[in-house]
């Protein structure tokens, strides 16, 4: 299985300022750099749509977190995925991400955005629990959205953004302690912020963290090369064993896996 958690709003700079166990444990048994870049603009939507299909904003033309139509569509990791006989599901709170996947492509779904309030992940977070122990998917995307929640409502930085990371990461832990030994697993941002908002191209936007582990990543490894959120769906390609579309952008992150 390959698992793949976003941690919206994530800045690198916040898992050292607050209590983060389980993501710290990660770093050190895995591959990562906490100098990952986003894309502009840096607001999710965009980022997301960059990430799934490995191109830039420029390529795919989503600028906001309203979703139109690519003008010059291509298949995703989940469409490539798809073709190739993998099942993959999604599990998130923020009802825009349906569209990260064309219809019909995903083999299990669930959305549900609860109130805005430091609980607003645990609901999804208890059925990204099930889906895992289900064992029943290749490929399983887990959106956690309160971090970026509390960015907006508190300010990046701010003891209440610090606070539901933390939880964020008490929770995480959870999800870690309920995934096979064997798993595959790329954690990381979207992008940062800065004050309450996002979308700019500054450093504190841009910077995300990046980790990754699995039976065939090297541990405590400090990845050298730039990142892009491009580059992380060619890397779950590599991990679910699929090659990469030839539309593709971004490169699979090589240097972290044991020859
Ligand atoms: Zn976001």
């Known amino acids: 299985m390959v698992v793949f958690v976003m941690i919206d709003g994530m800045r690198p700079d916040a898992m050292t300022a607050t209590p983060c166990p389980n993501l710290q444990a990660l770093i050190a048994r895995g591959a990562s750099t906490m100098q990952a870049q986003s894309v502009m603009p840096s607001i999710t939507l965009p980022c997301h749509t960059s990430l799934f299909h490995s191109v830039p904003p420029t ?4 600028t906001s977190n309203y979703f139109i139509p690519m003008a010059r569509p291509l298949p995703g990791l989940i469409e490539v995925a798809r073709a190739a006989g993998k099942k993959s599901a999604f599990v998130h709170n923020w ?25 607003y992940d645990d609901e999804m977070h208890a059925e990204a629990l099930r889906v895992v122990k289900s064992n029943r998917y290749d490929f399983v995307f887990v959106y956690y959205g309160s971090v970026d929640t509390a960015g907006h409502a508190y300010g990046w930085m701010e003891p209440g953004y610090l606070g539901q990371l933390s939880h964020v990461d008490s929770l995480f832990g959870e999800l870690l302690a309920a995934l096979p030994s064997d798993t595959h697993l790329i954690v990381q941002a979207d992008h940062g912020g800065h004050d309450r908002t996002h979308g700019t191209d500054m450093p504190e936007d841009m910077n995300i963290p990046w980790i990754a582990v699995g039976p065939t990543v090297k541990q405590g ?3 050298q090369r730039a990142i892009s959120l491009i580059d992380t769906t060619p890397t ?24």
């Open 59 to 62: 390529r795919h033309g989503i």
């Open 95 to 119: 009802e825009p991400l349906r569209d990260m996947a064309r219809p019909e492509q995903l083999s299990y779904a669930w959305c549900h955005e609860p109130p805005l309030d430091p609980s």
């Open 221 to 223: 490894y400090t990845i």
């Open 236 to 259: 779950l390609a590599r991990m679910l064993g699929i090659a990469p579309h030839e539309e593709w952008e971004g490169t699979c992150v090589d240097e972290m896996f044991v020859d």
